[in-house]
């Protein structure tokens, strides 16, 4: 399944960003997936719940919205 590898693409770049940011726990992640990727909100908040266990991002909502084209691109994050 692709969606564990986007999954595991938009964690790392959570975690890079909120490590810059001394952020210790991420609540919220707004990304822009292109709608060539096929990928349902749900099949992804699945996969992210999955590899995102035991990091600063386990419990994130994923906030997914559509666009065109085939780009994967975090928005930005809400840290608590």
């Not at 609540?27 to 749900?42: D, H, K, M, P, W």
């Amino acid at each position: 399944m692709h969606e564990f590898g986007i999954a595991e693409k938009i964690l790392k770049l959570v975690i890079d960003e909120a490590k810059q940011h001394n952020i210790q726990k991420v609540a919220t992640i707004r990304v822009q997936i292109g709608e060539a990727n096929n990928l349902s909100a749900e099949s992804l908040q699945f996969a992210f719940g999955i590899v995102s266990k035991n990091t600063i991002a386990q419990d994130a909502q994923v906030d997914m919205q559509g666009t065109k084209g085939n780009a994967i691109q975090v928005i930005n994050f809400d840290g608590e």
